[in-house]
């Protein structure tokens, strides 16, 4: 992240900035060989999870009030990495393996909040069985043929 005060001064409108530092845990899943962050807010183990999904610029702390006050109603909230320039495929395989890491560790339970290009990735997952319960989907539309879609799934 170029500058990693710029969420706090840019996408927090009604929260106080250190009440959601203070809050803020980074867990981490491995997706294709490689280490990702998963940034979070923790309820507890019973609790319901919600994953969110970004569009393709955004960092996962654009998301952070909106996974900050969704978390003070009871769920643990869980914000994905920056998609930056990966490749449908690979956004399928990394949104898969990061809902496996939540079912592993705080349950099965898991509906995913997506914009732009994440729900253009979760809508697919969502056809190939993804481990998800419910989605939406926002400002995301799009059509696929079936050869696009990942065959590991």
């Not at 643990?76 to 399928?92: C, R, T, W, Y």
């Amino acid at each position: 992240m170029k500058n990693p005060d710029f969420w706090k001064q840019h996408y927090v409108v009604k929260t106080h900035v250190t009440e959601i530092e203070n809050n803020i845990q980074v867990a981490s899943f491995v997706s294709d060989g490689e280490r990702f962050e998963l940034p979070n807010f923790i309820t507890g183990r019973n609790a319901p999870n919600i994953l969110i999904s970004q569009g393709s610029g955004g960092h996962s702390y654009v998301f952070a009030e909106l996974a900050y006050q969704i978390h003070l109603n009871g769920y643990n909230v869980f914000i994905m990495p920056k998609h930056g320039d990966s490749s449908v495929n690979q956004l399928l395989g990394r949104h898969s393996d990061a809902l496996n890491h939540i079912a592993a560790n705080f349950g099965e339970n898991i509906g995913v909040y997506s914009e732009g290009f994440g729900g253009y990735v979760i809508f697919y997952l969502a056809l190939a069985h993804g481990p998800m319960k419910s989605i939406i989907c926002q400002n995301s539309p799009a059509i696929m043929t079936e050869g696009h879609i990942m065959k590991r799934l």
